[in-house]
């Protein structure tokens, strides 16, 4: 593993190596961020254990993200299904947003990051949601990445409140259902505004999208790897975008 890893490397390595950086960079990758809970239990650790290490990893794979030029990361930090895990899990999760933000605001602020969210925040408790929106405040002018939790997201979820908003138009008279675009659609998203993710990446090595940006990811480049999140590393990172790259992306051409 180690020999393959050296052919994947960019400007901090020697020049023989590819260089990602010589490549097509994504412009939007997106991160199912999965395996927290096995690499605590392979540890001998509680579960919450291993959130608290992904959380740690969040700000790792976010400078290195910046560092490549890639212009938007969403990280899926929590599903509308994460409410089914036992109550001191997901409080124990409710409370990273604040530990994470607390640590982290002031380098992404340095590093012109901007915060943004997708997901539902009904149903947030105030003490995880009020953080995120002061990092959104505080960094909304900022040009740089844009650092994109999905956070109480459901791609199912997101679709069915588009639908509802395009009919309140229609019932509205503001639309006819026979002029309704894909443009329209878009416009209701929570990703509004947002291009489509070039590159998924799932950690932990589960082959399915978990209810992530199901109208989004239509095109997307998948990318699994076994590594757990909070062992997902730059290089891992790096394997992934040299992945991308030898990819032909031909949407349905030729
Ligand atoms: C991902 O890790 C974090 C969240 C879903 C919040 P998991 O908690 O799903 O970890 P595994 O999949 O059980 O190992
Ligand atoms: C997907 O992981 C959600 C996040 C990473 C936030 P899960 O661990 O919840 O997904 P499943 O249950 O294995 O599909
Ligand atoms: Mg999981």
């Known amino acids: 593993m180690k020999e393959r890893l050296n052919l994947w490397f960019g400007k901090t390595k020697q020049a023989d190596r590819v260089d990602i950086t010589s490549g097509k960079i994504p412009k939007h990758v997106a991160v199912i961020m999965d395996g927290n809970g096995r690499w605590a239990r392979k540890r001998g650790l509680p579960r919450v254990a291993g959130h608290h290490q992904g959380m ?4 790792q794979i976010t400078m290195t993200a910046n560092d490549l030029g890639i212009e938007i990361l969403t990280l899926y930090a929590f599903s509308t299904e994460n409410w089914k895990r036992p109550k001191d899990e997901v409080d ?5 947003p604040q530990e994470f933000l607390g640590l982290e605001i002031e380098e992404l602020i340095k590093n012109n990051v901007q915060i943004r969210m ?10 995880a949601l009020r953080p995120i ?14 650092l994109n939790f999905a956070l109480n997201y459901g ?18 008279g503001e639309l006819k259902p026979e002029e309704l675009t894909e443009e329209h659609m878009e416009a209701v998203l929570q990703s509004s505004g947002l291009p489509d993710p070039d590159l998924l ?14 109208w989004q990811m239509a095109y997307t480049e998948m990318w699994f790897t076994d590594a757990l999140w909070p062992e997902f590393t730059k290089e891992h990172f790096y394997e992934a975008i040299a992945g991308y790259q030898q990819r032909a992306r031909r949407f349905g051409g030729i």
């Open 92 to 96: 124990f999760l409710m409370k990273l």
């Open 155 to 172: 791609g199912r979820k997101e679709l069915l409140y588009a639908a509802k908003q395009l009919c309140e138009s229609v019932s509205r």
């Open 118 to 127: 997708m997901g539902s925040r009904e149903g947030l408790p105030e003490h």
């Open 133 to 146: 929106e002061e990092g959104i405040e505080r960094t909304k002018n900022n040009t740089g990445l844009i």
């Open 56 to 59: 740690k990893n969040v700000k």
């Open 201 to 214: 990446i799932r950690t932990s090595g589960e082959l399915r999208v978990s209810n992530f940006m199901l």
